[in-house]
């Protein structure tokens, strides 16, 4: 890098850098540029991509003299404008480009974090023009969002010291669990019967869990805090809006939006658990969210890494087991496994705990609706949505199951007490 002698210089400089860099490299290359420590520089990115972000900005890439040397022909030299997850290239008046690949190859897009979606070439006597059109590779998305946290998580987590609860003798457990939330689903009332957006979904979700809270804390000596998180937490997995397996969505926004706004939701209901007992979150991926969630995951990891009062279990596992005192509890998601058979699966796969239990649990979700049953002494409960009901569920007549979700207090041999909670108006969200 040659010295930079202006401030103007130096914003030049790490704007065209940031054409080719993640949030986190930029960070740390304007650290360099400016010789700043991570508060200032992360102040100064701040400043300079406040009102367009980096990947958002159009731009310009010059060709290379590398290229022209190589053809030793006049080039119209391409504009490649990225905004977001798409990027186009597209050239005019030039002698040299005719395919994909040259057009690529003078851009000097990086071909690692793209892929190509279309490409249109035409000829007007000797002069040629083209147009190529990219998406963001799936997995380079996930990776930006997720390195621009780390870095932010890093900066922000102090060591945090273990409140003080109140001591409680033969303290009980708290499960928190309201699976399905499905937040950035879009439903209109008009189509479905519910209005569901982002917004809405943050909104109700909050409110669940705080009502479900209020309602546990009357039954007292609560003395930690499980709180399962995912099972189709998020209502799609990739860029393009689809699931994991590729089913498109109706969605309220894009995926970066809803990937960051479920992060922050997450770590607000987390807040205000830890200020009760200490909370030990349980992260299941969903047949919706399985790589997101692995990834927010990740994220709460980092957030709370030096947080004594919160612990996360993010194996990478669709079924998971804990004890309480005699109890046995099982997680899945439930839509790759009859629940008749999970009984079996708690044999092998937990078999001396699962065994020796007083009382043995099963908790899963996707249907939408609640369920109980008994399979040879084992508790299969299906845990209600909060979430409306989309296009693709009213056309197949997957209607008519009550908006609510629970919450349940044990002590160390029993199922004490079970909390509904129904905070759902329609008139609420017209």
Request: glycine fraction near 6%.
């Amino acid at each position: 890098m040659t010295k930079l002698k202006t401030e103007q210089e130096r914003i030049s400089y790490i704007k065209k850098y940031s054409m080719k860099a993640t949030p986190t490299q930029v960070r740390k290359e304007i650290g360099k540029t400016w010789k700043l420590k991570k508060t200032a520089r992360n102040d100064l990115y701040r400043k300079l991509f406040s009102k367009s972000s980096l990947i958002t900005e159009p731009a310009k890439i010059i060709c290379s003299n590398k290229t022209r040397k190589e053809t030793g022909k006049k080039a119209a030299c391409p504009q490649v404008s990225v905004r977001g997850d798409k990027a186009v290239i597209e050239t005019s008046n030039s002698t040299q480009i005719y395919t994909l690949e040259e057009l690529i190859k003078v851009s000097e897009l990086n071909m690692d974090e793209w892929t190509v979606k279309s490409f249109i070439a035409n000829s007007y006597g000797q002069n040629f023009q083209a147009k190529a059109e990219f998406s963001r590779r799936k997995e380079v998305a996930l990776k930006i969002i997720l390195e621009e946290f780390k870095d932010d998580a890093l900066n922000f987590a102090p060591n945090v010291d273990k409140i003080k609860h109140l001591s409680v003798e033969n303290g009980k457990l708290l499960i928190v669990n309201i699976p399905d939330a499905h937040i950035g689903k879009l439903c209109n009332k008009e189509q479905t019967g519910h209005n569901y957006d982002l917004k809405i979904a943050c909104e109700v979700y909050t409110k669940t869990l705080l009502d479900l809270v209020a309602k546990a804390k009357r039954q007292g000596g609560i003395e930690k805090i499980w709180y399962v998180v995912g099972n189709d937490y998020l209502t799609i997995d990739t860029p393009q809006n689809t699931t994991t397996r590729g089913t498109p969505q109706d969605v309220d926004t894009r995926f970066s939006k809803i990937f960051r706004e479920g992060r922050k939701l997450l770590i607000q209901t987390v807040e205000i658990l830890k200020q009760i007992a200490p909370v030990h979150i349980i992260v299941m991926p969903g047949n919706h969210d399985r790589s997101s969630m692995f990834h927010l995951g990740d994220a709460l990891e980092c957030w709370y890494h030096n947080d004594e009062n919160v612990t996360v279990d993010n194996e990478d596992k669709i079924r998971k087991y804990y004890t309480h005192g005699e109890i046995a509890f099982g997680y899945t998601h439930g839509d790759q496994i009859k629940p008749d058979k999970l009984v079996q699966m708690g044999i092998v796969e937990y078999g001396k705990e699962w065994g020796s239990a007083k009382r043995r649990f099963w908790l899963i979700g996707h249907t939408h609706h609640h369920k109980v049953h008994n399979i040879q002494g084992t508790e299969i409960w299906t845990i209600p949505s909060i979430s409306g009901s989309d296009d693709f569920h009213q056309a197949n007549g997957y209607v008519g199951s009550t908006r609510q979700a629970l919450a349940m207090v044990c002590s160390k041999d029993n199922l004490d007490a079970v909390f509904y909670s129904q905070p759902i108006e329609d008139k609420d969200y017209r």
